[in-house]
Nanobody, 116 residues
Framework: QVHLAESGGGLVQPGGSLRLACAAS????????MYWVRQAPGKGLEWVSV????????YYADSVKGRFTISRDNANNTLYLQMNDLTSEDTGIYFC?????????WGQGLQVTVSS
């Protein structure tokens, strides 16, 4: 069974950093592109970043470019999102997901709150 589980969220002050992790199981992690998506309070889903299955190609939304870094450890089936210079605009629920078998599989999501 495909399963994604995010960890590492929480409360951080503006300008601070957080590192999110997403543990994957139930599929061949190294065969799939992996995504981070977020949802700010009262807003729709926003794509944040994507990484190619080999980890050699990454893309970012303009809103996070230069501040966030996506990476992956295929040996340990884990996806990461390093978030630096956080602002209140980064507050929201963060999800990792993958397009497997013709549909997106989502993690449960975790809360990131940027506040002083």
């Amino acid at each position: 069974q495909v399963h994604l589980a995010e960890s590492g969220g929480g409360l951080v002050q503006p300008g601070g950093s957080l590192r999110l992790a997403c543990a994957a199981s139930g599929f061949t992690f190294s065969d799939y592109w992996m995504y981070w998506v977020r949802q700010a309070p009262g807003k729709g889903l926003e794509w944040v970043s994507v990484i190619r299955f080999a980890g050699d190609t990454t893309y970012y939304a303009d809103s996070v470019k230069g501040r966030f870094t996506i990476s992956r450890d295929n040996a340990n089936n884990t996806l990461y999102l390093q978030m630096n210079d956080l602002t209140s605009e980064d507050t929201g629920i963060y999800f990792c997901n993958a397009f497997i078998g013709g549909q997106f599989t989502w993690g449960q999501g975790l809360q990131v709150t940027v506040s002083s």
